[in-house]
């Protein structure tokens, strides 16, 4: 399942944390993710019609935006996206 994580530039304290929680769920997850990191806005913040950073986008869909979530509430979303 790819993750799809958009930081602002210069990375706020909320996208540091975001990917110190993404390096826990590779760890967990394995093979089973993967993570594809943008920073600034680009074609895809505009094709999600994201309004801040940081956001994840799972199975096409957004999920979480500014703010990191928390791992509990990360893990529902990846499930919810299909993940098992």
Not at 6 to 31: A, N
Not at 34 to 62: C, D, M, Q, W
Request: hydrophobic content about 45%.
């Amino acid at each position: 399942m790819i993750i799809e994580v958009f930081l602002s530039i210069p990375t706020c304290s909320g996208g540091v944390s975001l990917m110190k929680l993404l390096k826990e769920i590779e760890q967990e997850y394995g093979d089973k993710v993967e993570i594809v990191t943008y920073k600034g806005r680009n074609e895809l913040f505009e094709k999600y019609n994201l309004s801040a950073a940081p956001a994840i986008v799972v199975g096409g869909l957004v999920r979480i935006m500014g703010l990191c979530p928390s791992k509990e509430s990360l893990v529902v979303a990846l499930n919810e996206a299909g993940l098992e």
